[in-house]
Nanobody, 125 residues
Framework: QVQLVESGGGLVQAGDSLRLSCASS????????MGWFRQAPGKEREFVSI????????YYADSVKGRFTISRDNAKNTVYLQLNSLKPEDTAVYYC??????????????????WGQGTQVTVSS
């Protein structure tokens, strides 16, 4: 059973940066495709970014492209999301998610088997 634990959220001002981390345990991390999603109050959970098991492919939602960067360290069983140039509309709970195996454009929450508990990111204007 894969377990995911996010950290790194917080309250920042517009234009600031944060780095989110998601530590994985209980599975073979290097065999997992990892994604980040976010959910704002009153809104549905939305795709943010994906990285394949060895880090060779990344993909971003248009709303974060050029500002967010996903990466992973398979030796540390951790995936990261660097958030730069934050905007108030980035305010949400950020979740990491995992699915076994390969593949690229998994942009729906239903495609993922495992989820973390989330970390709150709040951006003030």
């Amino acid at each position: 059973q894969v377990q995911l634990v996010e950290s790194g959220g917080g309250l920042v001002q517009a234009g600031d940066s944060l780095r989110l981390s998601c530590a994985s345990s209980g599975g073979t991390f290097s065999a997992l495709t990892m994604g980040w999603f976010r959910q704002a109050p009153g809104k549905e959970r939305e795709f943010v970014s994906i990285i394949t098991s060895r880090g060779g492919f990344t993909y971003y939602a248009d709303s974060v492209k050029g500002r967010f960067t996903i990466s992973r360290d398979n030796a540390k069983n951790t995936v990261y999301l660097q958030l730069n140039s934050l905007k108030p509309e980035d305010t949400a709970v950020y979740y990491c998610a995992a699915r076994p195996g390969g593949g690229t454009y998994y942009v729906t929450a239903a495609a993922y088997n495992y989820w973390g508990q989330g970390t709150q990111v709040t951006v003030s204007s």
